[in-house]
């Protein structure tokens, strides 16, 4: 009886395990796996979870990426889901499996072979990365922050200029960093990089002084963070001046060289470092998913109730999907590529296929915008909240910090209950006193 339970027990399949996987994946293990209802397997590219709107913080070096991963496997048997390490690279939807692509060392030896994984249900949840909208020059010349390795590249490649200037001797080197994208990832990135540029000189690494750290964000559009209300936008223009960041707008850059931006107006901006923080698109192998519709960017189209156009077994979600909803005033919104809707997206899911598994129909997905918030490093942050007590509201300095951060926390509060999450912020506290304030090495 036990072994027909088992053959017979509904296989849901989660690819990607980052903000919205994750949480999807430790709500059904919670919930189905636990008491062998349906076996949940969490497949992902990476062995550890970090949780991306981090990568900045990682890059400049206020984070060490080491203290905040969690292990996929640990997570797993905590949670009573399977994790299998693997890269999707395709899908057969008459045989409902995906295939896995082989697992290689750091030489190109194979550790894993190539492998076929069968569903019930599937969730793709794969993420984004940045778009260089074929700019020539921008894979080689730029550094991205699409994942931990590339952050800690970034993080590495900084360090490794302040080590240079120093043994050079010139106490009047300057650094000139151009970073190309002025949405949310490339304004924290800049206030995050100010931030560093101040610590490693307290630490001794003061042959490029703080004011010697030139970074300069170039934006295509008319503003800074242009998918944020412009009052924000204005505010966080304001404090990146203060800090001394320059930045332009109305620039499209039309080629990236070895020491340099080149904008479509033909003006050089010379750079020591290069890091491209524009746009998004899901990862190009979903474009070719045995007939799954996508958008321009690659983000598999998805009904209300998170489904696939053409097959009600696959879903999406986070930022891989493209979701179009009809709001209260009859309104089209597009969801955001955001964590907050990765969050909401795991949430509904969970309890869609927990319904389904009780024989209900799947649940719609009904996006709550509470605002937005930008993280200008410990310095302040400055955003808005949307609630039904608050309405649209501004908020700024010390108090926004607090609701940023708190987002990580929600994250963490899904992952591990409010006891471990309380004595996680407890750990940090304590370890933010015996470490330095910046990543050194
Ligand atoms: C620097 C930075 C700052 C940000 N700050 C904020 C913020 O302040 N607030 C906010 O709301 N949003 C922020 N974002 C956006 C936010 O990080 C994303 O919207 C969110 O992480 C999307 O969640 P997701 O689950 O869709 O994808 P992700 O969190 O990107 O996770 C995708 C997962 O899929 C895995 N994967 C990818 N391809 C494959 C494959 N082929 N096979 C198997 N696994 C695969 C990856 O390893 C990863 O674990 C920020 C993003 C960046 C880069």
Known sequence: MKNETLVNKKKIVIVGGGAGGLEL????????????????TLVDAQNTHFWKPLLHEVAAGSLNAFEDELSYLAQAKWNHFRFIPGKMESINRANKSIGLSPILDGNGQQVVPARTLSYDQLVIAVGSTANDFNTPGAREHCLFLDN????ERIHTTLINHYLHAQASGNDASKLRIAIIGAGATGVELAA????????????????IKPEHLEVTI??????????????????????????????MTQQLVSEIQ??????RDGEFIESDLRIWAAGIKAPEFLSQMDGLKTNRINQLIVRPTLQTTLDDQIYSMGDCASCTLTDSKNESITIPPRAQAAHQQASLLAKSLIAQANGAAPLEFNYKDY???????????????????TGDMMIEGTLAKWFYISLYRMHQMTLFGKLRTGTLILKDLISRTTRPQLKLH
Do not use: C, W
């Open 218 to 247: 170039i934006e295509g559009g008319e503003r800074i963070l242009p998918a944020l209300p412009v009052r924000i936008s204005s505010s966080v223009h304001k404090q990146l001046n203060k800090m001394g960041i320059r930045v």
């Open 371 to 389: 605002g937005s918030l930008i993280s200008l490093s410990r310095f302040s942050a400055v955003g808005n909240l949307m609630g039904a007590i």
């Open 148 to 151: 931990r390795q590339q952050a």
């Open 25 to 40: 994946a430790t709500r059904l293990g919670k919930k189905l796996g636990k008491k062998q209802r349906a076996e949940i």
């Open 258 to 263: 070895a020491g340099g931006v080149t904008t």
């Open 192 to 207: 995050e990089l100010h931030f560093a540029a101040i610590e490693l000189a307290r630490y001794g690494l003061d042959a």
